[in-house]
């Protein structure tokens, strides 16, 4: 079985930071696409960044400039360095993994339980 832990959510001041940590546990042999969405209230789940195993990143329009997403590839965890935050930031962060088990021939889908961030103006 894998789970995704995640941790560093809260509450900070608009031009603010955090750093977002995901760490993947479990039964893995290799971890491919790794990623943090978001979901805020009435809206749909969006990508923010995703990162792939030889470190290539992917961001949303939103985000560029101000978020950086990385991967300990030794420690099964990504990250979310969040800065200049902003009320609009304001969301459930969700981490996603494509995780290759033992005993399977394709990776599967994994999500973290969401962590709250709340950027006040």
């Known amino acids: 079985q894998v789970q995704l832990v995640e941790s560093g959510g809260g509450l900070v001041q608009a031009g603010g930071s955090l750093r977002l940590s995901c760490v993947v546990l479990?039964?893995?042999?290799?971890?491919?696409?790794m990623g943090w969405y978001r979901q805020a209230p009435g809206k749909q789940r969006e990508l923010v960044a995703h990162i792939v195993v030889g470190g290539s990143t992917n961001y949303a329009d939103a985000v560029k400039g101000r978020f950086t997403i990385s991967r300990e590839n030794g420690k099964n965890t990504v990250y979310l360095q969040m800065n200049s935050l902003k009320p609009e930031d304001t969301a459930v962060y969700f981490c996603?993994?494509?995780?290759?088990?033992?005993?399977?021939?394709?990776?599967?889908?994994?999500w973290g339980q969401g962590t709250q961030v709340t950027v006040s103006s």
């Open positions: 479990g039964s893995i042999l290799r971890i491919n696409t």
């Open positions: 996603n993994a494509a995780v290759l088990s033992p005993g399977t021939s394709y990776p599967r889908s994994f």
